[in-house]
């Protein structure tokens, strides 16, 4: 409740270009399309917010991916952060 579930329209490739204008339209306004060729999706349009969050969550993935790796090849090293906390109260640190 309180989602809102937003059905994919499945077009054909010579109708999507028959009806480009009307479906970049329509994407516009939230409705999403799947493009087929011989009954496989070959491409898909959504409108601009859909974009955005699809290019948000792409962002977020490489994001945590970048963390992963970072700790990873950091894993036994202390944040610089740390080390300076630690060298100040006279503690020897790697």
């Known amino acids: 409740m309180g989602q809102n ?3 994919t329209h499945s077009l054909s490739m010579a109708a999507a270009k028959a ?3 009307e479906i970049a339209s329509r994407a516009h306004a939230g409705e999403r399309f799947a493009l087929l060729r011989r009954d496989k999706l ?3 349009v959504v409108g601009p917010g859909d974009l955005e969050r699809l290019e948000k969550a792409g ?3 490489e994001f945590c991916s970048a963390v992963e790796r970072f700790r990873a090849k ?3 090293r202390l944040p610089a952060a740390a ?3 630690a060298r100040s109260r006279g503690r020897r640190v790697r």
């Open 74 to 76: 950091n894993r036994n």
């Open 5 to 7: 579930v937003m059905m």
């Open 83 to 85: 080390v300076r906390v």
């Open 42 to 44: 070959v491409a898909a």
């Open 59 to 61: 962002q977020a993935d």
């Open 19 to 21: 009806a480009f204008s």
